[in-house]
Structures are given as C-alpha cells and as structure tokens.
C-alpha cells in the first residue's frame, strides 16, 4: 500500500495516474512524478519536454502524443 505522501505533490496537490501520457501527474501544477521531461510537451524546466526529448536523440513517431 503506497504511504500518503507519496500521492502528494511538492505544491500541494496529489498525483493521478494520467492514462494520456501514462505518468503520475500532479491534479494542481501537472508535476510528473519523478520525470524530467514527457513526449506529451510536459517538462519540469518549463520548456517543450517533447522538443527536449528529440534533441535528447528520442525517436518520437508523429502519432505519438
């Protein structure tokens, strides 16, 4: 059984499992447990997490979001 400050985040809000992107993501900021970066744009620096990830040298079909 998961402790019940692992479901909150660091603002506050909790983590949902988010089927889009397939992460634990915050319900109040969009916090990704635990990543830096999400192929849905998502990235905890602020910038494009996709754009990020293909100049990381991630293949990402077009279909993929």
């Known amino acids: 059984m998961a402790v019940e ?3 909150k985040c ?3 809000g909790s983590y949902d499992f988010s089927r889009y992107c397939g992460a634990d ?4 900021c969009d916090n ?3 990543m830096a970066r ?8 602020g910038a494009n997490g996709r754009q990020e990830l293909i100049e990381m040298g ?3 079909e077009e279909g993929d979001y």
């Open 10 to 12: 660091h603002c506050g």
């Open 5 to 7: 400050s692992e479901k």
């Open 38 to 45: 999400c192929f849905c744009g998502w990235s905890l620096s």
């Open 58 to 60: 991630e293949t990402i």
């Open 32 to 34: 990704h447990k635990g």
């Open 25 to 28: 993501t915050c319900t109040k």
